[in-house]
């Protein structure tokens, strides 16, 4: 079995080749993608895999829009951190599911999912993609926070948080006003919940709301170095791989 992974964080990709190996030592990661382009460019000049591991949320937009330009005629498992109204548009479209963080028994038990269904995915049927982009559109993002400080508990709406980061191996948002939370979440999880179109994963660092950005200007090795319009601990610099997506994404208003 030739298998393809589409999925933006590395150590999850990894991780995730390793478990198949382990409960399919004959399957071969013929592929390994984690941005909507790249997974684009290797689909339309390869030959389709037997079936692919696909993230929801990549580098630079929903994986959903891959299948606008590449018609895609295997099984999809899809990775999310999305709610149970999302998951169920994935099972009305023949389409398997595995909830981050998963485990070893997730994953064998979506391969096992895909043999039984495999006679239903010889008839090339491929979810409507339509359907599932306008369920999960921009405007369907996590609208706010509950955070705890001060031994009190409040929400933050979105729209006032300037971005997230990891700090110390903890989650925290920072608001336009300067007011900083610490958050239960991981950023993935978060970057996961929230619109696309509004907020970008610069880096493995940081989670950055368009409204914050001031300007962005070239830095040394083709990276780019964004500014705020807030204040930052560091400068936030963006890498060669990520740049091209992420002006794709501030053009994209």
Same mark, same amino acid.
């Given at each position: 079995?030739?298998?393809?992974?589409?999925?933006?964080?590395?150590?999850?990709?990894?991780?995730?080749?390793?478990?198949?190996?382990?409960? @399919?030592?004959?399957?071969?990661?013929?592929?390994? !993608?984690?941005?909507?382009?790249?997974?684009?460019?290797?689909?339309?000049?390869?030959?389709?895999?037997?079936?692919?591991?696909?993230?929801?949320?990549?580098?630079?937009?929903?994986?959903?829009?891959?299948? @606008?330009?590449?018609?895609?005629?295997?099984?999809?498992?899809?990775?999310?951190?999305?709610?149970?109204?999302?998951?169920?548009?994935?099972?009305?479209?023949?389409?398997?599911?595995?909830?981050?963080?998963?485990?070893?028994?997730?994953?064998?038990?979506?391969?096992?999912?895909?043999?039984?269904?495999?006679?239903?995915?010889?008839?090339?049927?491929?979810?409507?993609?339509?359907?599932?982009?306008?369920?999960?559109?921009?405007?369907?993002?996590?609208? &706010?926070?509950?955070?705890?400080?001060?031994?009190?508990?409040?929400?933050?709406?979105?729209?006032?948080?300037?971005?997230?980061?990891?700090?110390?191996?903890?989650? &925290?948002?920072?608001?336009?006003?300067?007011?900083?939370?610490?958050?239960?979440?991981?950023?993935?999880?978060?970057?996961?919940?929230?619109?696309? @179109?509004?907020?970008?994963?610069?880096?493995?660092?940081?989670?950055?709301?368009?409204?914050?950005?001031?300007?962005?200007?070239?830095?040394?090795?083709?990276?780019? !170095?964004?500014?705020?319009?807030?204040?930052?601990?560091?400068?936030?610099?963006?890498?060669?791989? @990520?740049?091209? &997506?992420?002006?794709?994404?501030?053009?994209?208003?």
């Amino acid at each position: 079995m030739n298998i393809i992974i589409i999925e933006d964080e590395l150590r999850t990709a990894r991780s995730l080749e390793t478990i198949i190996k382990e409960i @399919k030592p004959n399957a071969r990661i013929t592929g390994q !993608y984690q941005s909507v382009e790249d997974s684009v460019a290797a689909l339309s000049e390869t030959a389709q895999p037997d079936l692919i591991f696909m993230d929801i949320q990549l580098a630079d937009g929903l994986s959903f829009e891959i299948f @606008k330009s590449v018609k895609i005629t295997c099984p999809v498992v899809f990775c999310t951190a999305f709610d149970e109204y999302s998951m169920e548009a994935f099972k009305s479209n023949g389409v398997d599911y595995v909830l981050k963080p998963f485990s070893k028994e997730n994953i064998k038990e979506a391969l096992r999912k895909v043999d039984d269904l495999k006679n239903f995915f010889q008839q090339k049927t491929t979810p409507d993609i339509e359907s599932l982009l306008q369920r999960l559109s921009p405007q369907s993002g996590k609208t &706010s926070f509950l955070v705890f400080k001060n031994q009190k508990y409040a929400t933050v709406q979105t729209d006032n948080i300037a971005f997230f980061y990891i700090r110390n191996d903890s989650t &925290s948002l920072m608001c336009f006003d300067g007011q900083e939370y610490t958050l239960s979440q991981s950023l993935d999880n978060i970057a996961a919940s929230v619109s696309a @179109k509004q907020f970008f994963r610069v880096n493995r660092q940081y989670l950055v709301n368009f409204k914050a950005i001031k300007e962005v200007e070239h830095y040394f090795l083709r990276k780019l !170095y964004v500014k705020l319009v807030i204040d930052m601990p560091e400068k936030l610099l963006i890498n060669k791989e @990520k740049s091209h &997506s992420f002006l794709n994404w501030m053009e994209d208003r």
